[in-house]
T-cell receptor
Framework: KAGVTQTPRYLIKTRGQQVTLSCSPI?????VSWYQQTPGQGLQFLFE???????NKGNFPGRFSGRQFSNSRSEMNVSTLELGDSALYLC???????????FGPGTRLTVT | EDQVTQSPEALRLQEGESSSLNCSYT??????LFWYRQDPGKGPEFLFT???AGEEKEKERLKATLTKKESFLHITAPKPEDSATYLC??????????FGKGTSLLVTP
């Protein structure tokens, strides 16, 4: 099976802009989670989607949002980018109602 | 609040020198303890899931064990290709994983 794919792999944006990141889960996986990874904070949970519904959300401001489509593909959006949003954004997928998650390669976002 | 603490932060081993990485956790109702390996610039690679105290899992030179308060990742006779950051995480409510900061392992020839 193909793994989790994320696009784009690298992105450079300017403060105040918005960005959309995309994730395609492993075939058959219906749960998609998003994480932010920074050197200082490590991996932090953003949100989780299942069957197009957000089931859980981490402690991030409302500028961070996401959605899931009927084919389980997911997107996350960050509006009004700040310098501190520079990070590796990781998407993970899992089968229905399981905690074991498989990660994609990530999108490296740099905000200047 | 649930917490996951990994130690040491960094570890340097010579090839063949066995050692253990520690992951201690406080969580109300463990929904799984997960180990991942992460290489620079890549996403975490799944290694093991442990669910109950006393459980053990093995894969090549790696063995993960679990007690009620901590998990160990034992590395036997490591090779340079085992160099990576090893992350542990616990399952929280709502299918979120709470990660520790990781142990950066360097194995020298």
């Amino acid at each position: 099976k193909a793994g989790v794919t994320q696009t784009p792999r690298y992105l450079i944006k300017t403060r105040g802009q918005q960005v959309t990141l995309s994730c395609s889960p492993i075939s058959g996986h219906r749960s998609v989670s998003w994480y932010q990874q920074t050197p200082g904070q490590g991996l932090q949970f953003l949100f989780e989607y299942f069957s197009e519904t957000q089931r859980n959300k981490g402690n991030f401001p409302g500028r961070f949002s996401g959605r899931q489509f009927s084919n389980s593909r997911s997107e996350m959006n960050v509006s009004t980018l700040e310098l501190g949003d520079s990070a590796l954004y990781l998407c993970a997928s899992s089968p229905q109602n399981e905690y074991e998650q498989y990660f994609g390669p990530g999108t490296r976002l740099t905000v200047t | 609040e649930d917490q996951v603490t990994q130690s040491p932060e960094a570890l340097r081993l010579q090839e063949g020198e066995s050692s253990s990485l520690n992951c201690s956790y406080t969580v109300s109702g463990l929904r799984g303890l997960f180990w991942y390996r992460q290489d620079p610039g890549k996403g975490p690679e799944f290694l093991f899931t442990l669910y109950s105290a006393g459980e053990e899992k093995e894969k090549e030179r790696l063995k993960a064990t679990l007690t009620k308060k901590e998990s160990f990742l034992h590395i036997t006779a490591p090779k340079p290709e085992d160099s990576a950051t090893y992350l542990c995480a616990v399952g929280e409510g709502g299918y979120a994983l709470n990660f520790g900061k990781g142990t950066s392992l360097l194995v020298t020839p």
